[in-house]
Nanobody
Framework: QVQLVESGGGLVQAGGSLRLSCAAS????????MGWYRQAPAQQRELVAR???????IYGDSVKGRFTISRDNAKNTIYLQMNRLRPEDTAVYYC??????WGKGTQVTVSS
């Protein structure tokens, strides 16, 4: 089974940027899509962005225009570029491959 490892989280001030990475232990071409979800304390996990095998993308309404998802098939890695971060973006960000293969998450904290 493919393992996913997220990195790039941290503490940033509002208005700043972070770039998350999700490295897979095997080929990401095995999956029709990959993506990012996030979960804040006491809240449900929500979609941030997904990217299909041919590069099609969808975004959650709250991040449209600020976040960009991309993939590098040669490196078996997907990325999430997060710009103009807001305190409400604070959450654990999880990578997903397909429908049910999850990483362990990386914490993003945005201070006001």
């Amino acid at each position: 089974q493919v393992q996913l490892v997220e990195s790039g989280g941290g503490l940033v001030q509002a208005g700043g940027s972070l770039r998350l990475s999700c490295a897979a232990s095997g080929s990401i071409l095995l999956f029709s899509s990959m993506g990012w979800y996030r979960q804040a304390p006491a809240q449900q996990r929500e979609l941030v962005a997904r990217i299909g095998s041919k590069g099609s993308t969808i975004y959650g309404d709250s991040v449209k225009g600020r976040f960009t998802i991309s993939r590098d098939n040669a490196k078996n890695t997907i990325y999430l570029q997060m710009n103009r971060l807001r305190p409400e973006d604070t959450a654990v960000y999880y990578c997903i491959a397909g429908a049910s293969t999850w990483g362990k998450g990386t914490q993003v904290t945005v201070s006001s």
